[in-house]
């Protein structure tokens, strides 16, 4: 099993950044991949970001192409979510994810924390 744990996040106006953490423990030798997913008020979650742990290769959804960046520090098994120019429909609560070799979907989640974007 793996545990992620999230920090970060709160209120902040648009325009701003926030970064968010998430710290892996457990079978961390298991991932593939770790990243971002979000969900907004009365919406389905959506994917935001992963990082390969392997090459540290990045994918990203377009809404946040040249906004968001997505980096990982591998000794401390921890992934990071660097969110700049943030704007109202950024608001959601965002999970951490990671994803097992040989799956195509997470196999794991944060509790998911907080960011609202305040116009």
Do not use: H
């Amino acid at each position: 099993q793996v545990q992620l744990v999230e920090s970060g996040g709160g209120l902040v106006q648009a325009g701003g950044s926030v970064r968010l953490s998430c710290a892996a423990s457990g079978r961390t030798f298991s991932l593939n991949a770790m990243g971002w997913f979000r969900q907004a008020p009365g919406k389905e979650r959506e994917f935001v970001a992963w990082i390969r742990g392997s090459g540290g290769s990045t994918s990203y959804a377009d809404s946040v192409k040249g906004r968001f960046t997505i980096s990982r520090d591998n000794a401390a098994n921890t992934v990071y979510l660097q969110m700049d120019n943030l704007k109202s429909e950024d608001t959601a609560v965002y999970y951490c994810a990671a994803r097992e070799y040989g799956s195509s979907t997470p196999n794991y989640w944060g509790q998911g924390t907080l960011v609202t974007v305040s116009s």
